[in-house]
Antibody
Framework: EVQLVESGGGLVKPGRSLRLSCTAS????????MSWFRQAPGKGLEWLCF??????????EYAASVKGRFTISRDDSKSIAYLQMNSLKTEDTAVYYC?????????????WGQGTLVTVSS | DIQMTQSPSSLSASVGDRVTITCRAS??????LAWFQQKPGKAPKSLIY???SLQSGVPSKFSGSGSGTDFTLTISSLQPEDFATYYC?????????FGPGTKVGIK
């Protein structure tokens, strides 16, 4: 089955760090770009960051709200994408979704994980 | 950044109704527009990409149209499973941005 499973969410204090993992299965992970999105409680969706596949340099893009604090990376040998989150703020509280770029169109993300909740609170 | 707006923000409709949701971009995005459906407590589900192309497995009662700055999502005959929140998203340029959502409720 083609799927993405996020893990690593939980309760963390402001200023601390957390690393989320996204484990892929059912497809050749290294052939796809990956992205993270989030949704604060009762709010809309927000795109966070993007990592291209290694054949395109594995380069990254970030939203201004997380640039310099969050880092997206990938381990193709393990089929895992990561989101390293540093200097967390209360406003980072959200469900975080891992997504895969569609093979049909660049920058459209057709496969989403179930999400993992991150709560930033003292 | 490209701002996305949606109208209405919410609507009430009956089973069998035809429903249309509008999405507008603050600048031209060609056809780089996707639509998502989200139910409470669930991840978004992709419905349409490239403004009018149906995601595999999505029923044909969903359709999309538009190009440039103005787009629409239409549900031809609303069914109980369609009551949800719908989001449009532009992927023409970074940062990718979403509309605020349209909640479709039961009349």
């Amino acid at each position: 089955e083609v799927q993405l499973v996020e893990s690593g969410g939980g309760l963390v204090k402001p200023g601390r760090s957390l690393r989320l993992s996204c484990t892929a299965s059912g497809f050749t992970f290294g052939d796809y770009a990956m992205s993270w999105f989030r949704q604060a409680p009762g709010k809309g969706l927000e795109w966070l960051c993007f990592i291209r596949r290694k054949t395109y340099g594995g380069t990254t893009e970030y939203a201004a709200s997380v640039k310099g604090r969050f880092t997206i990376s990938r381990d193709d040998s393990k089929s895992i994408a990561y989101l390293q989150m540093n200097s967390l703020k209360t406003e980072d509280t959200a469900v975080y979704y891992c997504t895969r770029e569609s093979p049909l169109q660049e920058n459209w993300f057709d496969l989403w994980g179930q999400g993992t909740l991150v709560t930033v609170s003292s | 950044d490209i701002q996305m707006t949606q109208s209405p923000s919410s609507l009430s409709a009956s089973v069998g109704d035809r429903v249309t949701i509008t999405c507008r971009a603050s600048q031209g995005i060609s056809n780089y527009l996707a639509w998502f459906q989200q139910k409470p407590g669930k991840a978004p589900k992709s419905l349409i990409y490239a403004a009018s192309s149906l995601q595999s497995g999505v029923p044909s009662k969903f359709s999309g149209s538009g190009s440039g700055t103005d787009f629409t999502l239409t549900i031809s005959s609303l069914q109980p499973e369609d009551f949800a929140t719908y989001y449009c998203q532009q992927y023409n340029s970074y940062p990718f941005t979403f509309g605020p959502g349209t909640k479709v409720g039961i009349k």
